[in-house]
């Protein structure tokens, strides 16, 4: 199964830019960043997304999870959004409406076999 992650954030101008970049280090394991004017772009692949399947184990919000990431399936790609405050504060909150304060930060998983890595990350709960 092979994937790439991209995961992106809008920089507003009353926030840091350093700070953005933590939210998003809070919650994946990027192997290359991109940070420009206004926003932070991190990539990565195979195991950079370990650390947000272990999140959502730990927290047992893989349901809730599964069913944000099923929505946001198109073709070969995985989209979804988590709160940029939460992550910067170290947990992890997937949104599903453009609804959090300092905004989001917006995942995209490409991959082969899109049911496969869900079901890694969320695996189905009964």
Sequence with gaps: MNY???AKASVNPTED?????????NVIEY???EIGDD??????????????????RERKIKGAARKIMLKG???????????????????????DDSLCPLGEIDVEIRTDDV????????PFIE
Excluded: R
Aim: one cysteine or more; proline letters at 0%.
């Design 4 to 6: 790439e992650i991209y």
């Design 17 to 25: 830019m350093d700070k953005v970049i933590k939210a998003i280090a």
């Design 31 to 33: 192997d290359e960043i």
């Design 39 to 56: 926003y932070v772009c991190a990539y990565g692949w195979m195991e950079t997304i370990k650390k947000l399947g272990d999140e959502l």
């Design 73 to 95: 399936i198109l073709a070969s790609k995985i989209h979804f959004k988590l709160s940029k405050q939460a992550a910067f504060a170290g947990t992890l909150n997937l949104v």
């Design 115 to 122: 049911q496969k890595v869900i079901d890694w990350i969320a």
